[in-house]
């Protein structure tokens, strides 16, 4: 299923780390890849991390859909959010309930940063993710692709991160 193939192909990228200031990544072959998805030095790069995880799943399996991924992501995780909810025929995939290998969206505030990940495992009111440009640390500098722990909580705050939604897998 293509929810597994989303959350396997993202677990095998955890703990890619970037150089400093965004100026690109330890790893070539993983730099290479996120330069053919759009990313380029000193770009916050967590849009590009799920597009690139998206766009490696449906390849293998349905290349129309893998074309319109295209069209769909943004280099800003709160319009690839959007994108998807005002697009006809992927609007539908727009929920504010998670499955594995979805997209999990957030907006700081209610401004246009954000931030983007890919959910691998959901226990109960709490999501394990898979994000890019964060840290296992938990803090909010962004230095590798790593695990996250959290809350299924769209409460909302002027200062953090707020819960968009999810944007859920599409069926080839």
């Known amino acids: 299923m293509i929810n597994e193939s989303i959350a396997k192909i993202a677990a095998g990228y955890v703990s890619q780390k970037e150089k400093p200031g965004n100026s690109g990544f330890y790893d070539e072959e993983f730099e290479q890849k996120?330069?053919?998805?759009?990313?380029?030095?000193?770009?916050?790069?967590?849009?590009?991390f799920v597009e690139l995880v998206w766009r490696e799943a449906y390849g293998k399996v349905n290349s129309v859909i893998e074309c319109d991924l295209r069209e769909l992501f943004s280099p800003s995780a709160v319009d690839t959010f959007y994108n998807f909810k005002r697009n006809d025929t992927y609007g539908k995939y727009v929920s504010k309930k998670p499955v594995v290998g979805s997209l999990i969206c957030w907006r700081y505030g209610d401004g246009?940063?954000?931030?983007?990940?890919?959910?691998?495992?959901i226990e109960g009111k709490e999501l394990i993710t898979i994000e890019g440009?964060?840290?296992?640390?938990g803090g909010r500098?962004?230095?590798?692709?790593?695990?996250?722990?959290r809350l299924l909580n769209f409460d909302f705050a002027n200062n953090k991160l707020n819960l968009l939604g999810f944007i859920n897998p599409i069926e080839p």
């Open 141 to 149: 500098e962004g230095i590798e692709v790593a695990r996250k722990r």
């Open 34 to 48: 996120m330069i053919a998805v759009g990313w380029r030095k000193h770009y916050a790069w967590c849009a590009f």
């Open 112 to 121: 246009w940063q954000g931030h983007i990940g890919i959910v691998e495992k």
């Open 133 to 137: 440009n964060t840290n296992s640390q």
